[in-house]
């Protein structure tokens, strides 16, 4: 009894908390969560590898989460981000399949406005995606890189479907928990 009530104090607070932020403005950047300093970094062709693999892990998650929302199987507290995103006017699931990425290995990505970012939805061309391997592997430590780039590009996809970076960024958070799970 006990513990039910529990999970669902825990899932209307973050309820409010994420409807008083949805459909705001974004700046369609995005930033890895709270990296470890790398003791010992990774070159850039291997974060762009780990890139590359995380974008094809990620439309199979995102894809297994719609099923699992659909089907009512999310546990409560993802049933409510899932729920968010899922009921975005852009189905995000076709957007992470349709997407390019265009991995930057010199410098940042940079957002609208103008700053550096470690990922940004508005590359040179519009059906891309910039993600930097170059500020990511500066910043995420070797066991950390599949996990951040994973829910890194899912704040990406999740602003090309209509969240704002608040959204995004809780989604990310959210995400990157589960992928360290994995
Ligand atoms: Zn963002």
Redesign the pocket.
Known sequence: MFHSRTVLLTASAILVGFSAHAGGV?????NVLFPVDPQQPASRLEVRQVIVSAHRDVVQYLQEKQEQFRAGNLDPAQRVQFSQLFEQPLNVVEISRNKVLEIESERPCI?ANGMPVDADIHADDQEKVCVSSFSISKKVEKGELSAQSAALLI??FS?LAGFD?DG??QLQSMVLADFRRR
Do not use: L
Request: charged residues 35%; hydrophobic residues 15%; aromatic residues 0%.
């Open positions: 974004s700046g369609g950047g995005g957002d704040h990406e602003e970076e995004a960024v």
